[in-house]
């Protein structure tokens, strides 16, 4: 079992940058995926980004692509999700996520992510 816990997120204008955190506990992420998430109100949940177990690689949605970064620290257990150049569309709440798979490729599919946090607000303004 994994607790993630996500944290960062808040009101910004457009044009604006957030850092986005997900802290893992109970067991280590070393050897997942993770992925991140988002759900804006009255659509269904969205894949992100993902990044590698290593960390070696990553995809993301086109709609975040050059905008978006993720990377990890599989020393301290944490994922991150750097946010630049935000539009209004962005807004949504941002969650992570564990894939169920040890050394599987990040993916786009949330079926094949496992242990989910709790989300974080991101709210941009136009």
């Known amino acids: 079992q994994v607790q993630l816990v996500e944290s960062g997120g808040g009101m910004v204008q457009a044009g604006g940058s957030l850092r986005l955190s997900c802290a893992a506990s109970?067991?280590?992420?070393?050897?997942?995926?993770m992925g991140w998430f988002r759900q804006a109100p009255g659509k269904e949940r969205e894949f992100v980004a993902a990044i590698r177990w290593s960390g070696g690689s990553s995809v993301y949605a086109d709609s975040v692509k050059g905008r978006f970064t993720v990377s990890r620290d599989n020393a301290k257990n944490m994922v991150y999700l750097q946010l630049t150049s935000l539009k209004p569309e962005d807004t949504a709440v941002y969650y992570c996520?564990?894939?169920?798979?040890?050394?599987?490729?990040?993916?786009?599919?949330?079926?094949?992510?496992?242990?989910w946090g709790q989300g974080t607000q991101v709210t941009v303004s136009s």
């Open positions: 109970g067991r280590t992420i070393v050897g997942c995926a």
């Open positions: 996520a564990v894939h169920g798979r040890r050394f599987a490729e990040p993916g786009m599919n949330r079926d094949d992510y496992d242990f």
